[in-house]
């Protein structure tokens, strides 16, 4: 079954503007991770946020959590071409790496 | 560094067939996990390896069971393979020391089946 369901399902938009994706899930984490998925590369891991900490950065993304409301967005700025693909967020709830998935948002920058 | 390998890439079996897929971990790296990715979905959990043992299962029925080798890479086995059975497996690598987890998970490019 799915923790998470990530908000909106697809997003479209152009290269340079900012893209922002968002995550609700339903019980208690030990932290979240955010994942991107393209078909060349199969997933690859971005960033993780632990349930202590509110705000995370790298790079061009964004991460911030909030466990009152059970929910984190991703923020991509500046957005280029080759960030096209589909973004997971993923939750931890043992601190062992059994991750429950969400469904993804699909990402299409064009240029 | 090597990354985590998967074969095959894509597979095709008909249904009550039994399937082995394999990954080779990342260097380094002692622990493996499964996933099962269906069409259009996030990857789910079946199950994680850790001295070659089970640690851990997700909502799999008991058809579906894996190894971990001293070498730490890994095996898949389905058994009576069902329709529902066609997805993209992943497997995916990581380091646990001590008491907790020191790198993200790192994932192959996975093995598409088809079951027919």
């Known amino acids: 079954s799915q923790q998470g369901e990530e908000d909106p399902q697809a997003l479209s938009i152009q290269e340079g503007e900012n893209a922002t994706m968002n995550c609700s899930y339903k019980t208690s984490i030990n932290n979240l991770q955010w994942y991107r998925q393209n078909s060349g590369r199969g997933l690859v891991h971005l960033i993780l946020?632990?349930?202590?900490?509110r705000e995370k950065h790298s790079g061009r993304l964004r991460v911030t959590l909030d466990t009152s409301k059970k929910s984190s967005s991703l923020l991509i700025t500046a957005s280029r071409a080759a960030d096209t693909a589909s973004y997971f967020c993923?939750?931890?709830?043992?601190?062992?790496?059994?991750?429950?998935f969400g469904t993804g948002t699909r990402l299409l920058v064009s240029p | 560094e090597t990354g985590v390998t998967q074969s095959p890439t894509h597979l095709i079996k008909t249904r009550g067939q039994q399937v082995t897929l394999r990954c080779s971990s990342q260097?380094?790296?002692?622990?493996v996990s499964w996933y099962q990715q269906a069409l259009g979905q996030g990857p789910q959990f079946i199950f994680q390896?850790?001295?070659?043992?089970?640690?851990g299962r997700g909502n799999f029925p008991p058809r579906f069971s894996g190894l971990q080798f001293p070498n730490y890479s890994s095996e898949l086995n389905v058994n009576a393979l069902e329709l529902d059975d066609s997805a993209l497996y992943l497997c995916?690598?990581?380091?646990?020391?001590?008491?907790?987890?020191?790198?993200?998970?790192?994932f192959g490019i996975g093995t598409r089946l088809t079951v027919s």
């Open positions: 390896y850790y001295r070659e043992e089970e640690n």
């Open positions: 993923a939750t931890d709830t043992t601190g062992f790496q059994k991750l429950v």
């Open positions: 260097s380094g790296h002692n622990t």
């Open positions: 946020i632990r349930s202590n900490e």
């Open positions: 995916a690598s990581s380091l646990y020391q001590g008491s907790s987890y020191n790198s993200p998970l790192h």
